[in-house]
């Protein structure tokens, strides 16, 4: 099975900065990797797939970018409604389907 | 509107069993793959089984296989997630979710319902 990880699993930011979030797989799952963010009591909501696609209606701040193993969500200018957790997931080899452990921003 | 609604969670003790179901509206449900995520308390998300648009492709996580069935009815829009031998370790918010699918390849997990609560205790 692929195993991802996040790093970091937690940081601490300020509305208007920008923050990078990298998720790495244990082999390369070509650009297969999504990312969702999840606000406390609520459902996972799809952000990015393809590694690089923005889903429709999410805003222009969020962007993906990586292939292989190496892949990175970077929110600039965070926004009050962006403090989250975050997760990624692979779909190039199932199962299973497996997601990242999550990391969370905070507002510092 | 996509929609999905979950339904069927408890309370169960070890061993037990229960059914959950997934009512989907706003879409050709019978057009898409579906899944079974879940989160356990303060834990990240677990993906627990996925069923092909025609119901005839079926896979498993492990710690599930034996257990849990997933299933459809494409006449009803609705996804089921029969669960057997319910362990303590199976308590979570179990989601329904649709899997976003080009060139026969998911792409990722595009809408979720709001979850429904499963508790496995004595």
């Known amino acids: 099975d692929i195993q991802l990880t996040q790093s970091p699993s937690f940081l601490s930011a300020s509305v208007g900065e920008s923050v990078t979030i990298t998720c790495r797989a244990s082999?390369?799952?070509?650009?297969?990797l999504a990312w969702y963010q999840q606000k406390p009591g609520k459902a996972p909501k799809l952000l990015v797939y393809?590694?690089?696609t923005l889903q429709s209606g999410v805003p222009s701040r969020f962007s993906g970018t990586g292939s292989g193993t190496e892949f990175t969500l970077t929110i600039t200018s965070l926004q009050p409604e962006d403090f989250a957790t975050y997760f990624c997931q692979q779909v190039n080899s199932y199962p299973p389907f497996t997601f990242g452990p999550g990391t969370t921003v905070d507002i510092k | 509107e996509v929609q999905l609604v979950e339904s069927g969670g408890g309370l169960v003790q070890p061993g037990g069993s229960l059914r959950l179901s997934c009512a989907a509206s706003g879409f050709t449900f019978s057009g898409y793959d579906m899944n079974w995520v879940r989160q356990a308390p303060g834990k990240g998300l677990e993906w627990v089984s996925f069923?092909?648009?025609?119901?005839?492709?079926?896979y498993y996580t492990e710690s599930v296989k034996g257990r849990f069935i997933i299933s459809r009815d494409n006449a009803k829009n609705s996804l089921f997630l029969q669960m057997n031998s319910l362990r303590v370790e199976d308590t979570a918010v179990y989601y329904c979710?649709?899997?976003?699918?080009?060139?026969?390849?998911?792409?990722?997990?595009?809408?979720w319902g709001q979850g429904t609560v499963v508790t496995v205790s004595s």
């Open positions: 082999q390369g799952i070509n650009n297969y």
């Open positions: 069923i092909s648009s025609t119901g005839r492709t079926t």
């Open positions: 393809g590694a690089s």
């Open positions: 979710a649709r899997a976003y699918t080009s060139n026969w390849q998911p792409d990722a997990f595009d809408f």
